[in-house]
C-alpha cells in the first residue's frame, strides 16, 4: 500500500512537514510512506498552461496521485485559508481528476488553539469538490502544534501521537475495505 504525504508549507521547519514525518514513522512495513515534490516546484496554474504534454513537475505530481492507495495532505492556515502553493497544486488536479474516490487525511496544525481550523475547513471543502472520499477519523485538527513537540521536532504528546496513528490507521483500512470491494 502507498501512502502520499503532502505538506502545505515550504518553510524547511515546517510543524506540519514534521507532523507528517512523524506519521510515516508510525507506518507499519505493509505501507509504504511517499513524500510528495515540494509544492515550490509547480509553475503557477492557468487553464492555458494545462494542455497535454502537461509540465513536468504537473506530470510527476499527478503520477505520485495516481500511485497512490491514498493521500495525507497537512497544512498550516495562511490568512484564514490554505497557502497559496497548496490550492496552486489542487488547481492543476481540478481537471485530470487524480483524487476522485481517492482517501484522503485532511490535517491542519499550527501555534494557536485554532490549530488552522479554517484553513482545514477550506482545504476539507476543496477535498469535497474534488471528489475525494474524506474519512472522518482522518481528519484532524492540530492547536498548539509547537507545545507538542520537541527542540527537534519530534511529537513529544502522546495524545497528539495516538490521534495521528488513527489517522494512518483509518486510511489503511478504508484502502483495505476499497480493495476488498473490487
Ligand atoms: C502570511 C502568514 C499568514 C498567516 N495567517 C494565519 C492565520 O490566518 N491564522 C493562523 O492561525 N495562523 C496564521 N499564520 C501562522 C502560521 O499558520 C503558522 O506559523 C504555522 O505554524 C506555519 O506552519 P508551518 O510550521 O508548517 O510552516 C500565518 C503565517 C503567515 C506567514
Not at 23 to 46: M, N, Q, Y
Request: proline share 7%.
Amino acid at each position: 500500500m502507498r501512502i502520499l504525504t503532502i505538506s502545505g508549507s515550504l518553510r524547511a521547519a515546517s510543524t506540519n512537514t514534521l507532523l507528517l514525518e512523524a506519521i510515516a514513522e508510525l507506518a507499519p512495513s505493509s505501507v509504504t510512506v511517499i513524500r510528495s515534490g515540494s509544492l515550490d516546484s509547480l509553475p503557477h496554474f492557468s487553464p492555458e498552461r494545462d494542455v497535454d504534454p502537461a509540465p513536468e513537475a504537473v506530470t510527476d505530481l499527478r503520477t505520485q496521485l495516481r500511485e497512490a492507495d491514498a493521500v495525507i495532505i497537512c497544512t498550516p492556515e495562511y490568512i484564514h485559508s490554505m497557502p497559496g502553493v497548496l490550492k496552486n497544486m489542487l488547481d492543476w488536479v481540478a481537471s485530470s481528476g487524480e483524487f476522485v474516490h481517492k482517501p484522503v487525511g485532511v490535517l491542519s496544525a499550527g501555534p494557536s488553539d485554532m490549530g488552522g481550523s479554517r484553513a482545514h475547513t477550506a482545504l476539507s471543502h476543496t477535498m469535497e469538490v474534488l471528489m475525494a472520499q474524506q474519512p472522518e477519523q482522518a481528519s484532524l485538527i492540530v492547536p498548539f502544534v509547537r507545545q507538542r513537540m520537541d527542540a527537534d521536532g519530534r511529537v513529544t504528546d502522546p495524545v497528539l501521537k495516538q490521534a495521528l496513528q488513527t489517522v494512518l490507521s483509518t486510511l489503511i483500512d478504508t484502502v483495505g475495505k476499497q480493495t476488498a470491494q473490487v
